[in-house]
């Protein structure tokens, strides 16, 4: 009866320490993945969390592919279903084993409830890892399509800004600092959200100022105006010029006369703002008026050629202005020769050289 009782007790302890060691090697990986569960639903929120300020944004001056954001529209919610299913299955329970039992009879119990425990447990790495691979396909797809409409809209800038010729300088640069942010996003997080809005809200500036500096070209002139500053601007490919217009500028403007001024920085991008009177409007397109122009542009354009000239004094720089509009063919002297003599010819090659 003893020797029995003891071959029990030693099958008892054996099987149970077998279960019992399945069991924890099973429990700690269960664990494991269950961790790793829990941050692999953590890094999806921050995903769809910004897939979704992207598309709740208020602000859409730069229109949206209706494909590309139903496709995101679509992944976000996929992606809020699978961590939702991914948070059901982390919440399943892996139970930690107490005391050994002593009596074999106890033993044999203990060891069946481990083992059933030991089912479950599999069963639930089954499920967490399922979860984490329909989260990081989710992922990706968000990733994908908010990546995807963040850059179409970075590379939309440059025809966006095309359309909006009069917006004014530092609403341009504005636009063009978010699209090239917005172009350069690889990864789908705050940061990403944050930079397709500020594109958003400088796209929405470049309208908002052109739409101020049309109001302020209204009037019999806003014709002539806006012919005017097409035509400066083909004169200067590459800079940013921003027009303002009054009666008189620089002294002149009335009784025939036309006046102009230019401020411009070596910034980059090289930009300017050039005023001109409105009797500059009032005789285009006449030679002298497209003279003018042009020496007002000879300013301007000195952004791209810094050094090709002497600029420390203004007699020298308003020679330079004259023969860059010499050596783009204007003659008349209203380029500059009439107010501030021909200039040397040293000056106009060097002018022929900036374009």
């Known amino acids: 009866m003893i020797a ?75 992606a809020e279903t699978a961590a939702t299913r991914a948070d059901a299955a ?5 139970p930690t084993m107490g005391d050994k039992p002593i009596w074999f009879w106890e033993l044999f119990g203990a060891t069946e409830l481990w083992e059933r425990r030991l089912t479950q447990v599999e069963k639930l790495d089954d499920d967490l890892r399922a979860a984490i691979t329909d989260m990081t396909s989710a992922d990706e797809r968000v990733t994908q399509g908010g990546l995807s409409l963040v850059s179409a809209a970075g590379e939309a800038a440059p025809d966006f800004e095309e359309a909006h010729r ?15 942010d917005a172009v350069e996003t690889t990864v789908l997080d705050d940061t990403a959200a944050s930079a397709y809005l500020a594109l958003q809200t400088a796209a929405a500036q470049v309208v908002s100022t052109e739409a101020e500096e049309m109001a302020e070209k209204s009037g019999p002139l806003k014709t002539q105006r806006l012919e005017i500053e097409a035509f400066a601007r083909s004169l200067a490919p590459g800079v940013l010029l921003e027009f303002d217009w009054s009666p008189v500028v620089n002294g002149a403007g009335y009784d025939g006369s036309m ?33 003018l122009v042009a020496h007002e542009v000879g300013h301007a354009i000195s952004v791209k050629c810094e050094g090709m000239y002497d600029s420390s004094t203004q007699d020298s720089i308003e020679k330079w202005a004259t023969a860059w509009a010499i050596s783009m063919g204007f003659t008349d002297d209203a380029n500059g020769v009439w107010a501030y003599g021909y200039p040397p010819q040293n000056y106009i090659d060097a002018a022929a050289g900036c374009r």
């Open 4 to 78: 029995a009782i003891a071959v029990a007790q030693l099958a008892a302890n054996l099987g149970y320490d077998s279960a019992a060691a399945r069991y924890e090697d099973a429990a700690t990986t269960t664990n494991g993945t269950k961790s790793q569960t829990e941050r692999e639903a953590a890094d999806l929120r921050v995903t769809t969390q910004a897939a979704s300020q992207i598309l709740s944004a208020q602000t859409r001056a730069i229109p949206v592919d209706p494909e590309l954001e139903a496709t995101l529209s679509e992944a976000v919610a996929d």
């Open 90 to 94: 982390s919440a399943g329970d892996v």
């Open 166 to 180: 009069s917006a004014r300088n530092e609403a341009v640069i504005a636009l063009r600092s978010a699209a090239s």
């Open 259 to 291: 006046g102009g001024y230019t401020t411009w920085w070596w910034d980059d991008p090289g930009r300017a703002t050039i005023e001109l009177s409105d009797s500059v409007a009032e005789q285009w397109p006449a030679e002298r008026s497209r003279a």
